[in-house]
């Protein structure tokens, strides 16, 4: 008899769980976290070809799977299976490294050996910078070349042990910054200073989940950036009051987490936030031009570049959009006037991480010559 209780009671279980999932998927009457970077199809209009050609029922049923309610629950279950018990990233773009260090393909990807043919390639990247320096110097604007470490670059050791083979001294960075040592525009090398640092300071400098490099490193390069502009340091309005050491990590340090799409990311690695203050808080009046990757996002959100620079549409993102924020409109650089945008400024910064360097220079070269003409030759 109590055989036939538990079996009943199984079946209404089942019977229940069948009726949630429709009501799911009409009502939504479980919140549900939306999968991060999950896009949804819109259903397909039915016609006489694609009817006929099957299409119509393919794409209807990748329709239906996307929208079935408890997606997120049933993925995210099965990644956090794949994450905790075998220690391996469920997302191919995201290798889990040694005690659980993220990194992205790319990145461990840019740690291989130089292709012998992309030297003469990283030879016309400095030549097209030497232009861009001095097509800028005409227009008495300074240019700064500011190369980010990236997390792969300056975390080798945790990255998994399958990729160390791969690993090369004559790597496209190393060659990179050879081929500089001829260059006469000004550089500021993040990633061979911040390998130095990390015998010396023991905060770290990326997190465990993070892709970019944390608020502390952010916070030494932006002071690097703002001493390497305010020569005599007459100018610096701002200091690190305290430095405060936390497990509460911030969500932009756990953006390589998030793509992994699990319920409890692994345990995070303390980091350090620094809290900034100012002896004024001046709106700065100097024009400020980035011509850069993600890595300088960290920069701007710390507002310590407002003491100095005027920073209104100054952020331009591999030179494509004018980034003014997640969430806002962000127009194209094509929208604005180049030669109108120089008028006002007094530095350039192109930025990238080390994993972005075959991407230099942003075809801005290209751009100043449209507007300003060819480089003046000296005679």
Known sequence: ???????????????????????????????????????????????????????????????ATQHFGLRPFFIRSRNQVVMSAFAESPNPEVIMGRERYLFDRQGLDQLHAVNPSQLSFI???????????????????????????????????????????????????????????????????????????????????????GLHWSSFGAYLAADSILRFYDRDDSLRKYWAENYNLTDDVREEDQDLYRLMNVFVPGKPLPMVYPEIEYNSRPRGQRGLLVLGDSYYETIASLGIMDSLFRNQDSYWFYNNIVFRGHGQENPSVKSLSLKDELARKQLVIMLVHTTNLPLLPFDFDTDLEAVLGSVTQNP
Request: aromatic share 12%; glycine share 4%.
């Open 123 to 209: 030879q016309q990247q400095r030549i097209r910078l030497e232009t861009i320096h001095a097509r800028l110097q005409e227009q008495d604007i300074e240019f700064l070349l500011v190369i980010a470490p990236s997390k792969a670059a300056h975390l080798p050791e945790f990255a998994p042990k399958s990729e160390w083979r791969h690993f090369s001294p004559n790597n496209y960075y190393a060659a990179f910054k050879k081929e500089l040592d001829t260059a006469s525009f000004p550089v500021l090398d993040f990633n061979a200073w911040f390998g130095e640092l990390k015998t010396i300071n023991p905060a770290p400098l990326f997190s465990k989940g």
């Open 1 to 63: 008899m109590k055989a036939a209780g538990r079996f009943t009671k199984l079946l209404l279980l089942l019977f229940a769980v069948w009726l949630l999932i429709p009501l799911q998927d009409l009502t939504g009457v479980i919140k549900l976290k939306p999968l991060y970077g999950d896009t949804k199809t819109p259903p397909p209009l039915a016609n006489t070809a694609n009817w006929f050609n099957a299409s119509f029922q393919a794409n209807i049923e990748n329709v």
